[in-house]
């Protein structure tokens, strides 16, 4: 069983909607909680990072951890076709640097 | 660019032929970090450096596979004998310890070089 599990989808979804992301972990260590954006052929880039749990958002993007659940969730709001990429989600905890990344998410959104 | 650079960005080679790669970390970052992505898969972590300094192993990162960050600024990754399974994107990193994100360090990641084995 891999330590982070997500839905590789593809996930297809009109302009304007609202996109819900998922990631389950098994490692209750994990402290740090990250979702990376990452286009075809690049490197991923960070969107939004949480520390243990709650809630953080910034502008059309809302990123949730609970840690009682072991479940993180990233929610798009509008979405639009430039947000197309495939999504990542991935955990550390305290010591090291190493991330742990899930499977990853292919997200197109169609004008 | 200020980013994190790779070089080379495509790398065909035959099965049996050795591989080096090379990633240029941002300036002044203390950590570099190596990855691996196979298609449809996230990054897969291999090792990291602290300086010049390597911290940590992967138990993927078999005995073809060396990495050295010689005076603490780029790093080099070879892979030796090659074998059609090292088919991948290798992911470089870097990041800023002992800042002001305390524990957490945002990993910046280039772009990538892309091995091909034949």
């Known amino acids: 069983q891999k330590e982070v599990e997500q839905d590789p989808g593809p996930l297809s979804v009109p302009e304007g909607a609202i996109v819900s992301l998922n990631c389950t972990y098994s490692n209750s260590a994990f402290q740090y909680f990250m979702w990376y954006r990452q286009y075809s052929r690049k490197g991923p880039e960070l969107l939004m990072y949480?520390?243990?749990?709650g809630n953080k958002e910034d502008g059309r993007f809302t990123a949730q951890v609970d840690k009682s659940s072991k479940y993180i969730s990233l929610f798009i709001r509008d979405s639009q076709p430039s947000d197309s990429a495939t999504y990542l989600c991935a955990m550390k905890n305290n010591q090291g640097g190493k991330l742990i990344f899930g499977q990853g998410t292919e997200l197109s959104v169609k004008p | 660019d200020t980013g994190v650079s790779q070089d080379p960005r495509h790398k065909i080679t035959k099965r049996g032929q050795n591989v080096t790669f090379r990633c240029d970390p941002i300036s002044e970052h203390n950590r570099l970090y190596w990855y691996r992505q196979t298609l449809g898969q996230g990054p897969e972590f291999l090792t990291y450096?602290?300086?010049?300094?390597?911290?940590?192993k992967s138990r993927l990162l078999s005995d073809r596979f060396s990495a050295e960050r010689p005076k603490g600024s780029f790093s080099t990754l070879e892979i030796q004998r090659t074998e059609q399974g090292d088919s991948a994107m290798y992911l470089c990193?870097?990041?800023?310890?002992?800042?002001?994100?305390?524990?957490?360090?945002?990993?910046?990641f280039g772009p990538g070089t892309r091995l091909t084995v034949l």
């Open positions: 949480t520390y243990s749990s």
């Open positions: 990193a870097s990041s800023l310890v002992g800042g002001a994100g305390g524990s957490y360090n945002e990993q910046f």
């Open positions: 450096f602290q300086n010049e300094a390597q911290l940590e």
